[in-house]
């Protein structure tokens, strides 16, 4: 088992670049979730879902979208960044409550 | 919604020494604890979780308490070493009920000196 799994792993985008981050699971899990981690902030929600094709808003939704259209994969796009979405992003799945971390994606606006 | 608190957020204690790092929540609602190690560049792993029907659980040299009356709970860190060195992050979550969503502390830097 691979577990949870993201790619990319590192990223460097201009302000207004677009881009999509894929998570994959392969323990089946129903929930899946995309949060960002900054400094002395610890895990920040961004968008959740509770099974294929369906996506609900977390704590910071703003800027962000999100696909499930397969039951393993969650992907985050991101349609214009801009320096405040420079963050290390985590996709983590789930079957109750404990959640299972993917490595995270380290993403740089300029 | 569910608030976390945790303190303090850095905490430096000598090799062998106990280190202890506290959490308080707002919804009484929450019945799952985790707490969750992030090494350096590493991603967030869960270390050991209590659930609100047992008041402490202890695996090896790690423990948590729970009091549910007053919304808090602990970890508890005795004979650290340099490996123990991470962020430690708290959580609280209502699970399956609310699609498996924990809210997270700020989390906690300790660091164990040799």
């Known amino acids: 088992n691979a577990g949870v799994t993201q790619t990319p792993k590192f990223r460097v985008l201009k302000t207004g670049q677009s881009m999509t981050l894929l998570c994959a699971q392969d323990?089946?899990?129903?929930?899946m979730y995309w949060y960002r981690q900054d400094p002395g902030m610890g895990l920040r929600l961004i968008h959740y879902?509770?099974?294929?094709?369906?996506?609900a808003k977390g704590e910071v939704p703003d800027g962000y979208n999100v696909s499930r259209l397969k039951k393993q994969n969650f992907l985050l796009g991101l349609e214009s960044a801009a320096p405040s979405q420079t963050s290390v992003y985590f996709c983590?799945?789930?079957?109750?409550?404990?959640?299972?971390f993917g490595p995270g994606t380290r993403l740089t606006v300029t | 919604g569910e608030n976390v608190e945790q303190h303090p957020s850095t905490l430096s204690v000598q090799e062998g020494d106990s280190a202890v790092i506290k959490c308080t929540y707002s919804?009484?609602?929450?019945?799952?604890f985790p707490w969750y190690k992030q090494e350096l560049g590493k991603r967030p792993q869960l270390i050991i979780d209590i659930r609100s029907n047992v008041g402490e659980k202890k695996d090896q040299r790690i423990a948590v308490t729970l009091n549910k009356t007053a919304k808090h709970f602990s970890l508890h860190i005795t004979e650290t070493q340099p490996e123990d060195s991470a962020v430690y992050f708290c959580a609280a979550s209502i699970g399956r009920t609310n699609a498996g969503k924990s809210t997270f502390g700020d989390g906690t830097t300790l660091t164990v000196k040799p």
């Open positions: 879902s509770v099974g294929e094709g369906t996506t």
């Open positions: 323990m089946n899990h129903e929930y």
């Open positions: 983590a799945s789930s079957y109750g409550a404990e959640q299972y």
């Open positions: 919804d009484s609602a929450s019945n799952y």
